[in-house]
């Protein structure tokens, strides 16, 4: 039993993440489990073991903050404990998560793409038949190609790339050419919302300086503060 709750989620996880790596269940999904010899690759690293171990523990304090009853507590002269419950165990699933995210990491995707500002949202020249509804046959041309992107409202060329498989755009900024941030900009690490970043190049006081939309994705920035909720796109 545990005095106090870090002491008890410290605990848990490494109990924890021993009971889990002993379960004979794959990693990942039923239909798209992560390879076995991955698998082990990161659960057996030190480097790993300690951010996963972190993750087990921030998730039940993250849950004993809202909702402490949720856990075995004993009471013994006057003072509380905390003691393992069956329950406690749905937090081990945070290796699952942790081994997912490392396996999505070494697998791509190809997308196409604003070559001005990096968004995903654009449209590309294609042949239909139009005695068909319309039916898609090809594109107009391989590779960059003249198109249309919805979040800079403008032709651009689109390209095709490779990113991450669960890579995706998470928001936008304000730069100009030399990569300085826009004035209306908290901070390099603030994301704003689409429209947040279209006050910001609409804005009359803007001067001479020529101000261009940049698309945020996941990880291009290690610790972003997101300056707005819901979809980026909203």
């Avoid at 605990?11 to 239909?31: C, H, K, Q, W």
């Avoid at 972190?54 to 404990?81: A, C, F, G």
Wanted: glycine content about 2%; some cysteine.
């Amino acid at each position: 039993m545990f005095k106090t709750q870090i002491e008890f989620a410290i605990a848990m996880s490494v109990l924890l993440f021993e009971m889990r790596i002993e379960s004979d269940t794959p990693y990942g999904d039923n239909d798209n489990p992560v390879p076995e010899a991955f698998a082990l690759s990161v659960i057996d690293d030190p480097d790993h073991i300690v951010r996963i171990k972190k993750r087990i523990q921030d998730s039940i304090m993250e849950h004993l903050e809202h909702s402490p009853n949720d856990y075995t507590i004993v009471h013994d002269d006057d003072k509380k404990y905390y003691a393992y419950c069956t329950d406690v165990y749905d937090h081990a699933m945070a290796i699952d998560a942790y081994v997912d995210e490392m396996y999505d990491d070494t697998q791509t995707r190809c997308v196409y793409q604003c070559q001005n500002c990096m968004s995903d949202n654009v449209q590309i020249q294609a042949w239909v038949r139009p005695n068909k509804g319309n039916e898609y046959v090809d594109e107009v041309a391989e590779g960059d190609q003249l198109g249309w992107c919805d979040d800079c409202q403008r032709n651009v060329v689109v390209e095709t790339v490779e990113v991450k498989k669960r890579a995706h755009v998470i928001g936008y900024q304000v730069q100009n050419a030399n990569s300085e941030i826009h004035p209306h900009m908290d901070a390099s690490f603030c994301v704003y919302s689409l429209d947040q970043a279209y006050s910001m190049l609409d804005d009359d006081n803007n001067g001479e300086e020529q101000w261009e939309l940049l698309t945020i994705w996941t990880d291009d920035i290690e610790e972003p503060t997101m300056m707005f909720e819901g979809l980026p796109r909203a």
